[in-house]
């Protein structure tokens, strides 16, 4: 069995119900309680206070934010390569999703940051590329909303999606491009050393995991809508030349 036969439609659409209720399960219970676990039974930080608890949301959502490009950015080169429509429909179904989780994480950093920087908002080199790529999911929506052809808003949101991957990596590995800039640097790493306290550490990794898997269902749930939504315009536009 090859996983290009999910290029299919109809293939992609029948595993995908078969995946998509457990994974969704999944979600909900790796959500409720990593966030219950780490709002309501871990300490305050002995800096932070209480809140350095909007780890559990601020964290998960901007690694979320980066990956959900990087899957677009995948998904848009098998698009370019193969001629997969599935694909490319996947990646329009990721954008809003990614969009969100964008759009999260920059919410809560600004509220995480008030209280431990004293501004908002700082012209930060990852708080800055990561708005840029918060407007690039904005500007791959709008131009496939633009275009009426769907094989031309493939094309041309896959040549931006190449262009933002840019500021995506920038907004994983600002802090390691330049030294200067308030934000700190990654609260997850294979260095155990630049990683959190254990305390925090476990329920992090639980509202990681919810946030995947709530991704991984979103997507599946809205590349399903977007395959029956262009099969439904291919057969208007069937009958209206007939």
Same mark, same amino acid.
């Given at each position: 069995?090859?996983?290009?036969?999910?290029?299919?439609?109809?293939?992609?659409?029948?595993?995908?119900?078969?995946?998509?209720?457990?994974?969704?399960?999944?979600?909900?219970?790796?959500?409720?309680?990593?966030?219950?676990?780490?709002?309501?039974?871990?300490?305050?930080?002995?800096?932070?206070?209480?809140?350095?608890?909007?780890?559990?949301?601020?964290?998960?959502?901007?690694?979320?934010?980066?990956?959900?490009?990087?899957?677009?950015?995948?998904?848009?080169?098998? $698009?370019?390569?193969?001629? #997969?429509?599935?694909?490319? +429909?996947?990646?329009? %179904?990721?954008?809003? @999703?990614?969009? /969100? !989780?964008?759009?999260?994480?920059?919410?809560?950093?600004?509220?995480?940051?008030?209280?431990?920087?004293?501004?908002?908002?700082?012209?930060?080199?990852?708080?800055?590329?990561?708005?840029?790529?918060?407007?690039?999911?904005?500007?791959?929506?709008?131009?496939?909303?633009?275009?009426?052809?769907?094989?031309?808003?493939?094309?041309?949101?896959?040549?931006?999606?190449?262009?933002?991957?840019?500021?995506?990596?920038?907004?994983?590995?600002?802090?390691?491009? $330049?030294?200067?800039?308030? #934000?700190?640097?990654?609260? +997850?790493?294979?260095? %155990?050393?630049?990683? @959190?306290?254990? /305390? !925090?550490?476990?329920?992090?990794?639980?509202?990681?995991?919810?946030?995947?898997?709530?991704?991984?269902?979103?997507?599946?749930?809205?590349?399903?809508?977007?395959?029956?939504?262009?099969?439904?315009?291919?057969?208007?536009?069937?009958?209206?030349?007939?």
């Amino acid at each position: 069995m090859s996983i290009w036969e999910y290029a299919n439609p109809v293939k992609f659409i029948r595993a995908t119900d078969r995946v998509l209720p457990w994974v969704s399960a999944l979600a909900l219970v790796c959500l409720v309680t990593g966030l219950i676990w780490g709002f309501f039974f871990t300490p305050e930080d002995y800096r932070q206070g209480s809140t350095v608890k909007i780890i559990y949301l601020h964290v998960p959502s901007a690694l979320m934010a980066i990956n959900a490009w990087i899957m677009m950015l995948v998904a848009s080169l098998i $698009w370019i390569v193969r001629r #997969h429509h599935v694909s490319a +429909l996947a990646a329009r %179904a990721a954008a809003p @999703v990614g969009t /969100v !989780f964008t759009l999260i994480a920059l919410a809560t950093g600004a509220l995480w940051g008030q209280p431990m920087w004293g501004t908002w908002w700082a012209w930060d080199p990852r708080l800055t590329s990561f708005l840029i790529l918060f407007l690039f999911y904005l500007g791959y929506m709008a131009l496939w909303a633009a275009i009426e052809n769907d094989d031309t808003a493939a094309d041309l949101t896959s040549i931006l999606c190449l262009v933002g991957s840019v500021f995506a990596l920038l907004s994983r590995y600002a802090v390691n491009f $330049w030294n200067q800039g308030l #934000h700190q640097g990654a609260s +997850l790493s294979l260095d %155990a050393e630049e990683n @959190v306290a254990d /305390v !925090f550490w476990y329920p992090l990794l639980v509202c990681i995991a919810g946030f995947v898997a709530l991704f991984i269902a979103l997507v599946f749930l809205r590349t399903q809508t977007e395959i029956r939504a262009r099969r439904a315009r291919a057969l208007l536009a069937r009958e209206r030349r007939a």
